[in-house]
Nanobody
Framework: QVQLVESGGGLVQAGGSLRLSCAAA????????MGWFRQAPGKEREFVAA????????RYADSVKGRFTISRDNAKNTVYLQMNSLKPEDTAVYYC?????????????????WGQGTQVTVSS
């Protein structure tokens, strides 16, 4: 079992920045791919970013590439999502997730453990 707890969400104006954190507990953190997903009201959960266990490889959704950065600190069992140049369409509940084995890294079904989510609201 892996327990994931997100933090750092909030209300920000368009063009602003937020940094999300996801603290993990339970198993060897560096064994897991980590991903960030988001879900807006009435929409399906969508991939945002993912990072390999070592942190050496990352992937991003086209909609956030160049604005968001995923990183991890295995010594602190934490993964981060730095979000810059935020837009109103980034408004959603953001979830972190952990996966032992992932093929595309982009599909929710590839992830075994999920956090409760943190709300991000971007005002125009």
């Amino acid at each position: 079992q892996v327990q994931l707890v997100e933090s750092g969400g909030g209300l920000v104006q368009a063009g602003g920045s937020l940094r999300l954190s996801c603290a993990a507990a339970g198993r060897t953190f560096s064994n897991y791919f980590m991903g960030w997903f988001r879900q807006a009201p009435g929409k399906e959960r969508e991939f945002v970013a993912a990072i390999s266990g070592s942190g050496g490889s990352t992937r991003y959704a086209d909609s956030v590439k160049g604005r968001f950065t995923i990183s991890r600190d295995n010594a602190k069992n934490t993964v981060y999502l730095q979000m810059n140049s935020l837009k109103p369409e980034d408004t959603a509940v953001y979830y972190c997730a952990a996966s032992i084995v992932a093929t595309t890294w982009r599909q929710p079904y590839e992830y075994d453990y999920w956090g409760q989510g943190t709300q991000v609201t971007v005002s125009s």
